[in-house]
């Protein structure tokens, strides 16, 4: 089955500066690539997804990059502010298309 | 529109006992998942179903049980609670199609067995 790693488990940067979480992947044919954010107390949200099809998608101040002959993507935070703080996960859909696995997390911490 | 709930909130169980969680949504999503999440292992998929009448196993299916009767409820049972069950357990649903596969998410159980 597919196994998703993802580094760092946690990151702290200065608000302003850029955060990047990476993940890998071990299944070349996995398609779908999303990132869910997790509020303390609450369940995961979508963020930001990307396909096989590209290799990069932007959506105001975050963006995610993908390369899928070293099958590993990262998710790029710029100009971070307090309100990003959170845990984020990366994931990769299964071959069927019936599920994702996840990987472990990133707690990310902006300091004001 | 609540999207998906689950009841309870919270519950804490003696080992052994025996316990229901229930997921609803009401957004006519095909497709369920439940899930325990666990410190620095992220999401866990315990089952899943595509649809009413329909549950498959997931990473870690041993000691839970699902039950998908209605297309808006996925039911997650434990019948011998044991410490090594407590999480918190997350139900998703989605609606799937080729290459996409946006999964929302309830608010979380939080279960703990003694």
């Known amino acids: 089955g597919e196994n998703v790693e993802q580094h760092p488990s946690t990151l702290s940067v200065q608000e302003g500066d850029s955060a990047v979480i990476k993940c890998t992947y071990s299944d070349s044919a996995s398609n779908y690539f999303p990132w869910y954010k997790q509020e303390l107390g609450k369940g995961p949200q979508l963020i930001i997804d990307?396909?096989?099809?590209?290799g990069e998608k932007k959506d105001q101040r975050i963006a995610v990059t993908l390369n899928k002959t070293a099958k590993h993507f990262s998710l790029h935070i710029t100009e971070t502010q307090p309100e990003d703080s959170a845990v984020y996960f990366c994931?990769?859909?299964?071959?069927?298309?019936?599920?994702?696995?996840f990987g472990g997390g990133t707690r990310l911490m902006v300091k004001p | 529109n609540a999207g998906v709930t689950q009841t309870p909130k919270f519950r804490v169980l003696k080992t052994g006992q025996s316990m229901t969680l229930l997921c609803a949504q009401d957004?006519?999503?095909?497709?369920m998942y439940w899930y325990r999440q666990d410190p620095g292992m992220g999401l866990r998929l315990i089952h899943y179903s595509v649809g009413e009448g329909t549950t498959a196993k997931g990473e870690v299916p041993d000691g839970y049980n699902v039950s998908r009767l209605k297309k808006q409820n996925f039911l997650l049972g434990l019948e011998s609670a044991a410490p090594s069950q407590t999480s918190v357990y997350f139900c998703a649903s989605s609606y799937v199609a080729q290459h996409y596969n946006e999964q929302f998410f309830g608010p979380g159980t939080r279960l703990t067995v003694l």
């Open positions: 957004m006519n999503h095909e497709y």
């Open positions: 994931a990769a859909e299964d071959n069927a298309g019936n599920m994702l696995t």
């Open positions: 990307i396909r096989s099809n590209v």
